[in-house]
């Protein structure tokens, strides 16, 4: 996105780990977690669908050992809080389908090594893939998509912390956050939208103040300075008791603009969850964002998207394009030809994997991923700013 001198409100959202969605995103992260840990070989691509005391499991999955897809569902919606039937959602007592088959012989034969044309492993699929990062925040990432995933995550963890004392809270909840912009920089909240699932007895009172607290722990009190309780939005329906997957139904992969960043960056298309490393929709999108990271860390320009593009079953990626929106000391053209050469950042779907050792998660799950966002977050090996100095020397 375009970081404009000028005056403008940018507003970006996120949803709790119980918006049906999520639920499903989980589910399907929870399921390449288990495939991994028994077969780091594995070939996921799992899909979810959640309704009303039901769940359906697809897709395409190939793992030398026997997962229990159903027992791994059932504790992600147990972890998650649906655990009574007055939800209309209960991990013990809904239904559950599973559907899933090996993964496509004709896939397969692009995407592993030993059989590619070029002897590399190519691409899992043809597609393009975004990876952005600006200086909003100290994880650099867009301001109004960061505190969007806080307030959210906050949330949750309250009501998994104290459950007595939040009983009211209930498992899905959105929250919307608008910010006013000038000279570039988020400079004040304009909005707040949180919208929370609750129980009957529940006041706005107790949500509105709850959330108060939250935002005023998590904002920074500049950007909180002419803030009026008018600026909340606390259910505006007002009433919000049915919810999750018994409000609305979810399926794997429809928040990617949640996942990613929040409309301030752009976005290829391809949802995250539920897929293995050697879907580029994936591990591509988390080596753009590795790269556009550093280049903002080291100082290069204040904002920063990469755009990589591929063919199915081969390696090298047909195009990768960098993109600083005038901010940047060096022109675009010279850090394009810096990634393509592939010596500090190498975009092979391989090389990717094994950069960001993504068939052995080390300190963080891909569950982890399908809640609050795919970027942002340290204990994300994409998250890491080891290339720095690389890149200053490179560019020296």
């Given at each position: 996105m ?9 507003t ?30 594995s070939?996921v ?43 209309g ?121 709850l ?64 897929k ?24 290069l ?30 022109e ?23 950069a ?6 080390q ?7 399908a ?26």
């Open positions: 375009l970081r404009s001198e000028q005056s403008f409100i940018f970006s959202e996120s949803v709790s780990e119980g918006h049906p969605d999520k639920v499903c995103d989980q589910v399907s992260d929870a399921i390449l977690d288990a495939c991994l840990a028994a077969d780091p070989e070939r691509a799992c899909e979810v669908l959640a309704t009303t005391d039901y769940m359906l499991l697809a897709g395409e999955i190939s793992c030398r050992e026997k997962i229990d897809y159903e027992k791994v569902a059932r504790q992600v919606v147990r972890d998650i809080g649906y655990n009574s039937r007055e939800l959602f209960a991990a013990d007592t809904l239904r559950l389908d599973c559907r899933i088959k090996e993964q496509s012989a004709d896939i397969a034969q692009g995407v592993n090594a030993d059989t590619s044309q070029s002897g590399e492993q190519g691409a899992g699929d043809q597609g393009m893939m975004f990876g952005f990062a600006c200086s909003d925040t100290e994880c650099l990432m867009p301001a109004p998509l960061h505190y969007a995933h806080r307030i959210m995550q906050r949330l949750a963890q309250l009501r998994h912390q104290e459950p007595e004392k939040y009983a009211f809270l209930k498992p899905d909840a959105k929250a919307q956050v608008a910010l006013l912009y000038e000279q570039g920089r988020p400079s004040r909240l304009c909005s707040l939208l949180v919208s929370h699932q609750h129980d009957a007895q529940m006041r706005e009172e107790q949500l509105r103040a959330v108060d607290q939250v935002v005023h722990e998590l904002l920074p009190a500049e950007l909180l300075q002419g803030v009026s309780a008018d600026d909340y939005l606390i259910n505006p329906t007002g009433r919000f008791v049915i919810g999750g997957p018994q409000g609305d139904t979810g399926l794997t992969g429809r928040k990617i603009i949640v996942d990613s960043y929040g409309g301030m960056g752009r976005h290829g298309g391809g949802a995250f969850s539920g293995d490393p050697s879907k580029v929709d994936r591990s591509a999108s988390y080596m753009a964002r590795y790269a556009a990271k550093n280049i903002v860390a080291a100082g320009a204040r904002s920063c998207e990469i755009q990589v593009a591929y063919a199915i079953g081969v390696a090298r990626p047909v195009s990768i394009n960098v993109n600083t929106f005038g901010s940047g000391k060096y675009d053209a010279r850090l394009s030809e810096l990634l393509r050469q592939g010596k500090i950042f190498d975009f092979r779907p391989a090389q990717i994997i094994e960001l050792e993504l068939k052995k998660p300190g963080w799950s891909y569950r982890e991923t809640n609050y966002g795919h970027f942002g977050r340290e204990q994300f090996p994409w998250e890491k700013t080891d290339k720095i100095e690389f890149l200053k020397a490179a560019l020296a």
